[in-house]
T-cell receptor, first 111, second 115 residues
């Protein structure tokens, strides 16, 4: 069945460091892919998405490129801030239209 | 402003009691979802509803029940049959079929603790 695998956390970085959070997926065809962010004690917010191969989603300095060859959708940011500290979830649209989430990666950014 | 409201934010329940978590949306979304979040487990789907008066079980429906009598509302009841109900519960919604690429809108969650 469809599934999403994210790198294990937590990830701890210093402010202004480069961020990569790996995400790979298993699915039939080429599903839409999403990154969501969850700040402490809150629900999830859509960060970015890509709906077809080679698309790049971007928002708030974060980027992710849909790579069908490697079935990946890695999240990157060139310079993280303390305010980026959160849990990040990779997700794909399953065959029945529901979102299937990875387990989440906690990011802590130190000043 | 449109959005999803979950209430209460914190809920305490004694063992053996049923409890109902509220989820209301004013986004005119057709589909609504309930997820459970546990540390290190990600989000697991409990129930979902694509239209009023219809709903389907997700991956972990045992010990839970839902209703969808109105488009705006999708309450979740955690019954005494749920073996380990302490968790963070998230409600989400989205537009109907054909809008899957728009993603979901989430509520701010309810943290349920069994004491």
């Amino acid at each position: 069945g469809d599934s999403v695998t994210q790198m294990e956390g937590p990830v701890t970085l210093s402010e202004e460091a480069f961020l990569t959070i790996n995400c790979t997926y298993t699915a039939t065809g080429y599903p839409s892919l999403f990154w969501y962010v969850q700040y402490p004690g809150e629900g999830l917010q859509l960060l970015l998405k890509a709906t077809k191969a080679d698309d790049k989603g971007s928002n708030k300095g974060f980027e992710a490129t849909y790579r069908k060859e490697t079935t990946s959708f890695h999240l990157e940011k060139g310079s993280v801030q303390v305010s980026d500290s959160a849990v990040y979830f990779c997700a794909l649209r399953g065959s029945q239209g529901n979102l299937i989430f990875g387990k989440g990666t906690k990011l802590s950014v130190k000043p | 402003d449109g959005g999803i409201t979950q209430s209460p934010k914190y809920l305490f329940r004694k063992e053996g009691q049923n409890v109902t978590l509220s989820c209301e949306q004013n986004l005119n979304h057709d589909a609504m979802y309930w997820y459970r979040q546990d540390p290190g487990q990600g989000l697991r789907l409990i129930y979902y509803s694509q239209i009023v008066n219809d709903f389907q079980k997700g991956d972990i429906a045992e010990g839970y029940s839902v209703s969808r009598e109105k488009k705006e509302s999708f309450p979740l009841t955690v019954t005494s049959a749920q073996k380990n109900p302490t968790a963070f519960y998230l409600c989400a919604s989205k537009l109907g079929p054909g809008y899957e690429n728009y993603g979901y809108t989430f509520g701010s969650g309810t943290r349920l603790t069994v004491v």
